[in-house]
């Protein structure tokens, strides 16, 4: 996803064809941290140029659902890359 600079705009992470989703890996490629968000709980803060993966260590018999992608106001363009694990 692209991310333009004094973007606060938060990006949602699309699902695609996954039905249950168990987890994600995000790589924040923006100068400036990002917050991600699961369901209404902002989880973690991303530093610029880092990755995450989380992961439901225990299928919990609900999907991870509502997942986004914060910036914070990066000053040069940039993009926020995903890759979504599940069945």
Request: aromatic share 6%.
């Amino acid at each position: 996803m692209d991310v333009a600079a004094g973007s606060t705009t938060a990006v949602d992470i699309g699902f695609g064809s996954v039905n249950e989703v168990l987890g994600f890996v995000l790589q924040n490629n923006t100068d400036k941290d990002i917050a991600i968000k699961v369901g209404t709980t902002a989880l973690y803060k991303l530093a610029a140029g880092g990755v995450l993966m989380h992961w439901s260590p225990v299928k919990s018999g609900a999907s991870l659902s509502g997942v986004s992608a914060t910036p914070e106001t990066p000053t040069n363009p940039g993009t926020i890359e995903y890759v979504v694990l599940g069945n």
